[in-house]
């Protein structure tokens, strides 16, 4: 039998002592102050699913965009002999070791979901600042060390509600996300038009490609979308681009002005690029929501 660790949070921890002869460490995930309770159900493994492979050349930053601070997703090697968790950028290559009970940092799966065993871990979501190279430019700066917020978005009890595309069900286990496309992901009865909200996603975290540079998706602030299901009826994003005469058509054109116009409201200022649709080829399948990097 493999043995696994469990992912043990202050919440449980009773349970965990239960466990303390068979693992080796603990960790704790993010953000503290909604780290979600493992209620019996959340100890149900989630199963895997590949990332659809795509390009999202349009999520490069632009080179004049100044963002001092930010959550990125770092890759996780493993707890080295002090239980310490060692993580690397994919971008600058760079690794360091981290206190897996640090509270600024959050161990996701495959999925972008809280992890349940260290053997699920796949993604480190931690302030760009815990590497050298952020915290050298950032001291350049005298710079803010504020990297905003993340937030659980719980799609299966929350007020919004979905899963992942290739999911059969939502998962009861919290998705990170940044507190900016939380925010505008709650407004979507008015975004979309409709009391009950059920979204079909293809992730936030993005595919292993993607996390090779910086993205809207490592940094928690974009979501792709391929159904909305809104008071029950469902409006998917495959016949809003085959059928430019089709009632999903006017739904997706709506619900995109209403999103960019909510972005706006809640990120202030000149916000561009929030949407990306079907006139963009590799957007032919899903339509991409997001924030903006500025966007605290
Ligand atoms: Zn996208």
């Known amino acids: 039998m493999k043995s696994k660790k469990y992912l043990l949070s202050i919440e449980n921890i009773v349970l965990s002592l239960l466990f303390i002869g068979f693992t080796s460490s603990s960790i704790a995930s993010l953000p503290v102050d909604q780290r979600p309770r493992l209620d019996d159900d959340q100890w149900i493994r989630i199963s895997h699913h590949d990332h659809e492979e795509e390009n999202h050349s349009h999520e490069e930053r632009p080179a004049d965009e100044k963002v001092i601070a930010e959550y990125i997703q770092a890759e996780f090697i493993g707890l080295d002999s002090f239980g310490r968790a060692k993580i690397i950028d994919p971008v600058t290559g760079e690794s360091v070791t981290v206190d897996i009970n640090d509270p600024e940092i959050s161990f996701l799966n495959e999925e972008g979901v809280l992890a349940e065993y260290e053997a699920d871990i796949e993604i480190v979501a931690v302030p760009n600042f815990y590497f050298p190279t952020y915290r050298t430019r950032l001291s350049g700066q005298g710079g803010s060390r504020s990297v905003g917020k993340l937030k659980s978005w719980k799609e299966c009890s929350g007020s919004i509600k979905g899963r992942y595309a290739g999911a059969s069900r939502c998962t ?31 992730g936030i975290t993005g595919d292993r490609n993607h996390r090779k540079r910086r993205s809207l998706h490592n940094s928690f602030r974009a979501i792709d979308v391929s159904e909305v299901k809104v008071n029950g009826k469902i409006y998917r994003y495959r016949t809003a681009v085959r059928n430019s005469k089709s009632a999903e058509r006017r739904f997706y054109n709506k619900l995109i002005k209403n999103w960019e116009s909510a972005v706006r409201k809640r990120c202030g200022g000149v916000v561009n690029a929030t949407t990306i649709n079907w006139t963009d080829k590799k957007h032919r399948s899903h339509l991409h929501l997001g924030t903006t990097y500025n966007c605290r």
């Open 172 to 202: 009861s286990r919290a998705r990170v996300v940044h507190s900016s496309l939380y925010d505008v992901l709650m407004k979507m009865p008015s975004i979309a038009g409709g009391k009950s909200i059920y979204l079909v996603h293809h």
